[in-house]
């Protein structure tokens, strides 16, 4: 993978990669999407299918990064999350950073439409919060295992308020947040002013059709971001761009 943006490298390593994606302060907000050329993000109803190995590298190094990752129901339905967020080179590095081993997991989810059973609970190695405008009962806390917690939270343009979600992070000590969409979860935090880095992988596909943009929801004032940084490989572009200083 080469560097084009800040400056010229004709190959990149890790350690540059992670320089470049750090953190620029906290509460520090990122959604990481695969788009095609022609702007869906999705391929056959999932993103893998617009991926490449670079995006996979990225993708694993942003989650490396991160103190939580934050995902919409949607996407957690959809693409099926279950088990370890990263991997035992990702730990062995956070460890040595004085980082936790792994990140947290969050979900947001509007209506609490998401079942005990599902193996994003049951299979996840560390805690999961989940972000709920509904009034939770005692009887739906105690069909989750102890290890995942229902956060109430109020309701903003049918959503749960991005506001109160990052502030309730950050209480935790959890202020860099990795957030892995969907696209409604994505129009609903840039409604609130709540996205400080949009890293996006463009995948040299046309695929036209009915695919979802990577944002959804109601038009809002545009909001000029600044490129951070742009990196290449195989026709794909991997692009961060920030919430200007
Ligand atoms: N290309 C990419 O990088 C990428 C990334 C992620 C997802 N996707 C694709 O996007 C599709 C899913 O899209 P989606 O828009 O439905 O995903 P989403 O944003 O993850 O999910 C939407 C659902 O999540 C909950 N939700 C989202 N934002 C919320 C908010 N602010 N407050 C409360 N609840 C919120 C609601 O769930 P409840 O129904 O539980 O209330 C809502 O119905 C899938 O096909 C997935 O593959 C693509």
């Given at each position: 993978m080469r560097a084009l943006l800040p400056n010229s490298i004709p190959e990149v390593d890790d350690t540059y990669l992670l320089t470049r994606y750090a953190a620029s302060q906290r509460p520090f907000v990122r959604f990481n999407f695969v788009?095609?050329?022609?702007?869906?993000a999705q391929r056959d109803g999932l993103s893998g299918g617009l991926g490449s190995a670079g995006d996979r590298r990225i993708f694993s190094l942003l989650r490396r990064l991160a103190d939580v990752v934050l995902v919409g129901a949607g996407t957690v339905r959809a693409e099926g999350?279950?088990?370890?967020?990263?991997?035992?080179?990702?730990?062995?590095?956070?460890?040595?950073?004085?980082?936790?081993?792994q990140p947290v997991?969050?979900?947001?989810?509007?209506?609490?439409?998401?079942?005990?059973?599902?193996?994003v609970f049951t299979l996840s190695p560390v805690p999961v919060l989940v972000f709920t405008s509904i009034q939770v009962t005692e009887e739906q806390r105690?069909?989750?295992?102890?290890?995942?917690?229902?956060?109430?939270?109020?309701?903003?343009d049918h959503g749960c308020d991005p506001q109160e979600i990052?502030?309730?992070?950050?209480?935790r000590g959890l202020g860099f947040i990795h957030a892995e969409g969907?696209?409604?979860?994505?129009?609903?935090?840039?409604a609130a002013d709540q996205v400080d880095s949009m890293c996006v992988s463009y995948s040299p596909?046309?695929?036209?059709?009915?695919?979802?943009?990577?944002?959804?929801?109601?038009?809002?004032?545009?909001r000029k971001l600044e490129m951070h940084s742009?990196?290449?490989e195989e026709s794909m572009l991997f692009c961060d761009y920030r919430r200007p200083e």
């Amino acid at each position: 993978m080469r560097a084009l943006l800040p400056n010229s490298i004709p190959e990149v390593d890790d350690t540059y990669l992670l320089t470049r994606y750090a953190a620029s302060q906290r509460p520090f907000v990122r959604f990481n999407f695969v788009s095609s050329i022609d702007g869906s993000a999705q391929r056959d109803g999932l993103s893998g299918g617009l991926g490449s190995a670079g995006d996979r590298r990225i993708f694993s190094l942003l989650r490396r990064l991160a103190d939580v990752v934050l995902v919409g129901a949607g996407t957690v339905r959809a693409e099926g999350y279950a088990g370890p967020l990263i991997g035992d080179a990702d730990i062995a590095w956070r460890e040595a950073q004085g980082l936790s081993a792994q990140p947290v997991l969050a979900i947001v989810s509007h209506g609490l439409n998401l079942e005990p059973e599902d193996e994003v609970f049951t299979l996840s190695p560390v805690p999961v919060l989940v972000f709920t405008s509904i009034q939770v009962t005692e009887e739906q806390r105690n069909r989750f295992a102890s290890h995942v917690e229902l956060v109430e939270v109020a309701e903003v343009d049918h959503g749960c308020d991005p506001q109160e979600i990052v502030a309730d992070l950050l209480a935790r000590g959890l202020g860099f947040i990795h957030a892995e969409g969907g696209p409604h979860l994505l129009g609903q935090f840039i409604a609130a002013d709540q996205v400080d880095s949009m890293c996006v992988s463009y995948s040299p596909l046309l695929l036209a059709g009915s695919g979802q943009r990577i944002a959804h929801g109601p038009r809002q004032e545009a909001r000029k971001l600044e490129m951070h940084s742009l990196f290449e490989e195989e026709s794909m572009l991997f692009c961060d761009y920030r919430r200007p200083e």
